[in-house]
């Protein structure tokens, strides 16, 4: 995948839902590297809340998880987790 085919993605994804679009983290990982940090640079994206829920891939019942986050004190980052 090259950083093009990042933005057809995109472009294509916000014309089929005709409003904001939510980019999840398997999407990116998929990404050229440095791809997200370039999106983010130019405005293409914009980061957000974090994700309150999250849906479940654990069986076929694809339920929706609550996210649980942990801040720490430092320059550690907040985590987030799903019990």
Do not use: Y
Not at 12 to 30: C, F, G, K
Not at 58 to 66: I, L
Request: proline share 4%.
């Amino acid at each position: 995948m090259t950083l093009n085919d990042v933005l057809l993605s995109l472009l294509e994804a916000i014309w089929a839902a005709d409003e904001a679009h939510l980019v999840s983290w398997d999407t990116v990982q998929r990404w050229p590297v440095g791809a997200l940090d370039r999106m983010l640079e130019t405005g293409i994206l914009v980061v957000t809340t974090p994700a309150q829920t999250v849906e479940c891939r654990g069986c076929e019942n694809h339920c929706f998880m609550e996210v649980r986050h942990l801040t720490v004190e430092g320059k550690r980052p907040v985590r987030a987790f799903v019990v």
